[in-house]
């Protein structure tokens, strides 16, 4: 089984700790988006989708984060928790992870992009409306993790870890990339990421940020990969509308 992945994407992470965490045999295959490696003919093939991850396992290819996490959980048979048989926990699980695509996960991504991304493609930084805007999405976003989601429990769907909280933990962590803490003042989340860190591993928690985290080494593929980067700006234009 091959997972192609880049690790300063969430849901690459997302996937990439799971498997590890999990010690599921695969083949680690980076796909290094900054280079536009994503849209070379081979990964085309690959994928029509031409994001990643993509998991592909025999003759059997399939992309989306969630389904990846989903199908590992259901193919090597791991403990409960992670996805609950139990209609109401799995309901509350699928509640979360179909939730987190247009809120926290697109809220984080932007604060991320707004500043390291925005001024290599733009040439200026971001406007400062734009980026309040995008502060101010992402607060929203995390009150409800807090308020709708953890409430009081020391993981999403209870006292257990699942595929949510991994879901989650990753695109918390995505803005600090840009140097913005979003839980900052966030005690109750602060130590529900602690938590699900611990479960996870703290040293492949760290390891699996680290290129993220390493923003001298961000800038630097950014600057060496800045032609590339230049081809994805009608996308981009779009995007940060």
Same mark, same amino acid.
């Given at each position: 089984?091959? @997972?192609?992945?880049?690790?300063? *994407?969430?849901?690459?992470?997302?996937?990439?700790?799971?498997? /590890?965490?999990?010690?599921?045999?695969?083949?680690?295959?980076?796909? /290094?988006? *900054?280079?536009?490696?994503?849209?070379?003919?081979?990964?085309?093939?690959?994928?029509?989708?031409?994001? !990643?991850?993509?998991?592909?396992?025999?003759?059997? !290819?399939?992309?989306?984060?969630?389904? @990846?996490? #989903?199908?590992?959980? #259901?193919?090597?048979?791991? %403990?409960?928790?992670?996805?609950?048989?139990?209609?109401?926990?799995?309901?509350?699980?699928? /509640?979360?992870? *179909?939730?987190?695509?247009?809120?926290?996960?697109?809220?984080?991504?932007?604060?991320?992009?707004?500043?390291?991304?925005?001024?290599?493609?733009?040439?200026?930084? %971001?406007?400062?409306?734009?980026?309040?805007?995008?502060? /101010?999405?992402?607060? #929203?976003?995390?009150?409800?993790?807090?308020?709708?989601?953890? #409430?009081?429990?020391?993981?999403?769907?209870?006292?257990?870890?699942?595929?949510?909280?991994?879901?989650?933990?990753?695109?918390?962590?995505?803005?600090?990339?840009?140097? !913005?803490?979003?839980?900052?003042?966030?005690?109750?989340?602060?130590?529900?990421?602690?938590?699900?860190?611990?479960?996870?591993? !703290?040293?492949?928690?760290?390891?699996?940020?680290?290129?993220?985290?390493?923003? *001298?080494?961000?800038?630097?593929?950014?600057?060496?990969?800045?032609?590339?980067?230049?081809?994805?700006?009608?996308?981009?234009?779009?995007?940060?509308?």
């Amino acid at each position: 089984m091959e @997972i192609y992945l880049d690790l300063v *994407s969430p849901p690459c992470r997302a996937v990439y700790l799971f498997a /590890e965490a999990l010690k599921i045999p695969y083949a680690f295959k980076l796909v /290094e988006l *900054s280079a536009g490696q994503q849209y070379t003919e081979e990964f085309g093939k690959l994928s029509v989708v031409r994001k !990643v991850p993509v998991l592909k396992d025999g003759s059997f !290819v399939l992309t989306e984060s969630i389904a @990846i996490l #989903q199908y590992l959980v #259901q193919k090597c048979s791991l %403990a409960d928790h992670w996805f609950p048989a139990e209609l109401q926990q799995r309901a509350r699980v699928n /509640e979360y992870l *179909s939730w987190q695509h247009l809120n926290l996960r697109s809220h984080c991504s932007k604060v991320f992009l707004f500043r390291t991304l925005y001024p290599f493609i733009m040439g200026a930084e %971001a406007p400062k409306e734009k980026l309040d805007t995008s502060l /101010e999405d992402m607060k #929203q976003s995390l009150d409800l993790l807090e308020e709708k989601f953890l #409430q009081d429990k020391p993981f999403i769907v209870g006292n257990k870890i699942s595929v949510a909280d991994v879901a989650a933990v990753v695109e918390v962590m995505q803005p600090l990339g840009a140097g !913005v803490d979003g839980l900052d003042g966030r005690p109750k989340l602060t130590a529900w990421r602690e938590r699900v860190k611990k479960e996870l591993g !703290v040293k492949l928690f760290d390891q699996a940020h680290e290129a993220l985290l390493n923003s *001298s080494s961000l800038q630097q593929k950014m600057q060496t990969n800045n032609t590339e980067l230049q081809k994805l700006k009608p996308m981009f234009l779009k995007y940060f509308r």
